[in-house]
């Protein structure tokens, strides 16, 4: 019996109670080529660890265009292109406040980095810094964006943008 009750737990009445992922849009900046690839991390405002920009979805607007504008609202990136499809997906709890968390599917678009304003909307709120992808992994907290990083290589991007 007790088999039967946990089995139905698992299977039909929690996933009545679990809320739908959440999505957002994330830029994964870099330049550079080869073994001198850099990624810009930027820190969060509220604790300060490392991210990469992200954000809501703009009602009307292309994912890979919600990126950019993330980019450069939190990191100042401009005169930069995005590639139209993702390269990745991570997960991770947005905190909305101290008691509550949604689950939310991070979808990550390259962008190759042209040139960084010194003045942008958050430039007050961030600090920004560019890294090698393998350190950018170690500094950032979740698993997903980790295994995203350690994987980035600007070769694989042109080849995922060419088809």
Known sequence: MTELLTTLWGNIVEPLFQRPKKLQVAALCHRGHGDDVEILLITS?????????KGWPIRGTELSQTALQEAWEEAGVH?????????GIYGYDKRLNPEFAVPVETHV???????????????DQR??????????????DEDELKQLLRDFSVNTVRVNAHG
């Open 79 to 87: 005169n930069s292109v995005a590639l139209s499809d993702p390269i």
């Open 45 to 53: 405002r509220d604790t300060g660890r490392w991210i990469i920009p």
């Open 127 to 140: 600090k920004r810094m560019w890294i090698a992808p393998s350190k950018a992994a170690e500094l950032v």
């Open 109 to 123: 678009f390259a962008i190759q980095v042209s040139d960084l304003a010194d003045d942008y909307p958050e430039v």
